[in-house]
């Protein structure tokens, strides 16, 4: 009885189905622009789901369902469902302009105090999204971002970041959210070679898991200024013949420190649209385009666009307008026009 009913009910949507296929009045074209819009890997192009959508009628989206087999799946009661996945990613897609005009609005402090508090709510926690904000701020800025996060959280960032993470990491992360680095141009000659000494010999040791205990290595990376860690770091190239981040190659959370700290802030942020930018970029990836032109558009997205251009061959602007789509794309595109005319 219940195969009965079954069958039924499958002939039913059929004859359905084959009534609403007689009054197709969208063109393949429109159909092809409409899954484009729905495909890109940032935003949505809302303006052709828009101009399309509304006229379609129910043969036409059957048709649109019924060819679009990488968003819709055959059900075995004869209709086209939405592919779980894919139904999420479009979700996430259409919140991309939302969440950036949010952050654009924010106060860079309260903004990114949310960023430190995302960044070790993740699974699995994104160190190199803290260690970004700690080391890429100026002091002041950051000092800033740890006084709005008391006040939106109730506890200080160091006690958040010791609470939340373990062993080695801790002692680093909770040095890096609580140093005060002096900004001037005042270094100390003897010392450079001395610490660059340092770190070599910790890096270089048959021990690796000693570099992690090493105190030296600490007191450097979380004290010293960002010129005289620079300093180290063109020494280091000169006496090794090899970048400081290189050789840390196998201890990533030092190797983003120094890369945070040590690179031009232009190279290091170029890098990471491009990262955001490939064909196929994870989540965090992804949200890094929208925090890295929101950040720096009243920063150094100058820098940042020329850096782009020298390194990858093609404007930030034309790479942008591949990879996004609809209002978030134009939103991000006049963000970055607005940094270079500064």
């Known amino acids: 009885m219940a195969e009965r009913k079954k069958i039924t009910i499958i002939v039913r949507m059929g004859k359905k189905l084959k009534k609403e296929g007689e009054k197709i009045t969208t063109s393949p074209e429109e159909c092809e622009a409409l899954r484009k819009a729905f495909s890109g890997p940032h935003g949505v ?9 509304v006229k379609c009628n129910p043969a036409d989206l059957t048709t649109f369902r019924k060819n679009s087999p990488y968003i819709f799946l055959d059900d075995e009661y004869c209709f086209e469902k939405w592919d779980l996945f894919h139904m999420k990613s479009l979700e996430i897609k259409f919140l991309h302009f939302q969440r950036a005009v949010i952050q654009r ?13 995302k960044s070790l709510e993740e699974k699995p926690p994104l160190y190199n999204l803290l260690i970004e904000l700690a080391c890429t701020r100026t002091s002041d800025e950051f000092l800033g971002a740890r006084k709005a996060f008391q006040c939106l959280y109730s506890e200080s ?4 970041v010791a609470v939340k993470v373990q062993g080695f990491h801790r002692r680093l992360l909770v040095a890096l959210v609580s140093t005060y680095r002096y900004e001037g141009m005042r270094i100390d000659e003897a010392a450079i070679k ?9 890096i ?16 450097i990376l979380t004290t010293r200024s960002k010129h005289h860690l620079k300093t180290i770091h063109k020494c280091y190239k000169e006496d090794y013949d090899s970048n400081l981040e290189e050789d840390l ?3 990533q959370i030092l190797r983003d420190t120094v890369n945070c700290l040590c690179a031009p802030p232009a190279i290091y942020f170029s890098k990471i649209l491009d990262t955001a930018m490939s064909i196929c970029p994870a989540e965090q990836e992804m949200e890094a385009l ?6 720096r558009t009243d920063v150094d997205m ?4 020329a850096e782009f251009d020298r390194k990858y061959g093609a404007p930030l602007i034309e790479r942008i307008e591949a990879a996004a789509l609809g209002n978030y794309r134009d939103f991000l595109v006049a963000l970055v026009k607005r940094g270079m005319a500064n």
Do not use: G, Y
């Not at 001395?194 to 910790?202: D, G, I, P, S, V």
């Not at 100058?302 to 666009?305: E, F, L, M, Q, V």
């Open 45 to 53: 192009e809302e303006k052709s789901m828009l101009e399309i959508l």
């Open 105 to 117: 609005t924010m106060h860079p402090w309260e903004r990114d105090a949310l960023l430190v508090r």
């Open 157 to 160: 960032v160091e006690e958040f």
């Open 194 to 202: 001395l610490e660059c000494q340092k770190l070599a010999r910790a």
């Open 204 to 219: 270089k040791t048959d021990h690796r898991n000693e570099i992690e205990n090493d105190d030296e290595v600490l007191r």
């Open 249 to 251: 190659d196998d201890i």
């Open 290 to 295: 929208t925090r890295v032109i929101v950040t």
């Open 302 to 305: 100058k820098d940042i666009a």
